[in-house]
């Protein structure tokens, strides 16, 4: 047995109130889909699990003044069936479909896959291409932090443990010509990535690139923007040598940040075959 108590507050104050007092000692459930695994391992040594999943605070998908506001317990289902989601973040919405299995994604959240910090969250470079930012609450108020800084690194949240994420502000994507997210996994379903990226693209009217957004997963301790990639585009007209050369810059970059291990003899022509087949039909 599990020596570990549950609370399930009624609201985002008492939740707040309960993370003052015992914080420290205390997990945020948000869909709980790694807590049976966790507390098998011994990873969580906790003496609380805090069940924030079902705070109405924490919930829906909608345009605001800020931007594309979705709230951190959404589902993956109910991102999945977002017709906002597909106009606005088309990218986060097709990441949504080849998340785990269904039965998971009824449950999973966005907010409890971001804060999980595992490098091959799927979630993780769509919100990154739409630079968004992370509500977060405590007793004192909210501040907004970037997505890429809520990891400090793999599996290491850099979140106080007073704090928790209420929302995700995104920048919609307006008139983009091209959003796509791709991965690879050992199998097609109930999958951990092993590769995984997200792009959005908008060319002029001479079909030269004037914007581009591109980030990749699981591949790096952080999962980040390239920004590297993202200038070699801009200006060009897409072309499937441009695109093989870009593949080759990103892989180049992402050994910049890791070093070549052994994997490198599998991940480096499996970033630039995926790069290029998810860009391919710009060309």
Known sequence: MFDIGYTRPESLDEALDFLVEKGKETALLAGGTDIVVDLKSGDLQKK???????????????????????????????????????????ALKKCAYTFAGKQIRNVATIGGNVAHCSPCGDTVPPLVIHEAEAVLANKNGQRKAPVEQIASGPYTCSLPTEEIIVRFILKPAHDMDFADFRKIGRRKELAISRISMAAMLRRDPDGRVAFMRFSLGSCTPIIQRFEEVEAHFMGKTPTEPLLWEAGKMLTDHMFAITGRRSSAVYKEPAIQGLFVRMLHPLV
């Open 48 to 90: 609380h699990l805090l069940d924030v999943s079902r705070l109405k605070e924490l919930k829906g998908i909608e345009m605001t003044d800020e931007g594309l506001s979705v709230g951190a317990a959404v589902t993956l289902s109910e991102i999945c069936s977002s017709e906002t989601l597909a106009r606005y973040a088309p």
